[in-house]
């Protein structure tokens, strides 16, 4: 069982649509971390969050938008996606953000964009 | 800014044999971290194993152990009586341990797909 929780496993949306992508863990990390990974390729940085404040924002379109409400919880709000955007959204944890710390994934939300 | 390379995208090994994922990454720093990752059919991102570069020992996790060779910029992943659960993609990947804004990603290798044999 992964300690980091995302949900919905899967999602499939059209481009007008407004979605949200979750992500939980109880580990008492103050890191967490957004990758997406288009298939049979690795997984690419979006956004770090440490201590709940935006961190590292890798130039995501503004069409990705990441809220850390609590130390547990990071969300990913999505609004007028493209096709192109369609992917594993796969989400970290580490201890704290330092180079040393490892990252623990969640088991990813498959997203679909009509 | 540092690469990672994978030169096997995909790799077999019949159940029990050993199989080496090779891994070569390129860097200017001294000091730095590199990482195994398997990521099975399940999607989740699972660390196998992790080594220090200023360690000259190499790291081991049971049946899972690196060639760390620091002057060849080389990591190898070995896996020793390979097992069924261990089918899945392996990604390399390194991570700077110099202390300083985005210096905390992890730069991934394309990945190299190990598929067991019964």
């Known amino acids: 069982d992964t300690e980091v929780t995302q949900t919905p496993k899967h999602l499939v949306m059209g481009m007008t649509n407004k979605k949200s992508l979750k992500c939980e863990q109880h580990?008492?990390?103050?890191?967490m971390y957004w990758y997406k990974q288009k298939a049979k390729k690795p997984p690419e940085l979006m956004f770090v969050y440490s201590y709940e404040k935006l961190s590292i924002n890798e130039s995501v379109p503004s069409r990705f938008s990441p809220e850390c409400p609590n130390s547990s919880l990071l969300n990913l709000h999505l609004h007028a996606l493209q096709p192109e955007d369609s992917a594993l959204y796969l989400c970290a944890s580490s201890q704290r953000l330092a180079v040393d710390q490892p990252q623990h994934f969640g088991d990813g939300t498959r997203l679909s964009i009509l | 800014a540092q690469t990672v390379t994978q030169s096997q995208p995909e790799m077999s090994v019949q159940e029990a044999e050993t199989v080496t994922l090779s891994c070569t990454y390129d860097?200017?720093?001294?000091?730095?971290?590199l990482f195994w990752y398997k990521q099975p059919p399940s999607r989740q991102m699972i660390l196998v194993i992790r080594?220090?570069?200023?360690?000259?020992q190499n790291a081991t996790e049971n049946r899972f152990s690196v060639n760390f060779q620091k002057a060849a910029k080389s990591f190898s992943l070995k896996i020793s009586d390979s097992q069924l659960g261990d089918a899945a993609m392996y990604f390399c990947a390194y991570r700077s341990a110099v202390r300083g804004f985005g210096n905390e990603k992890l730069t991934f290798g394309t990945g190299t797909r190990l598929t067991i044999i019964p």
């Open positions: 580990m008492g990390h103050r890191a």
């Open positions: 860097t200017s720093e001294s000091d730095y971290y």
């Open positions: 080594q220090e570069a200023y360690k000259q």
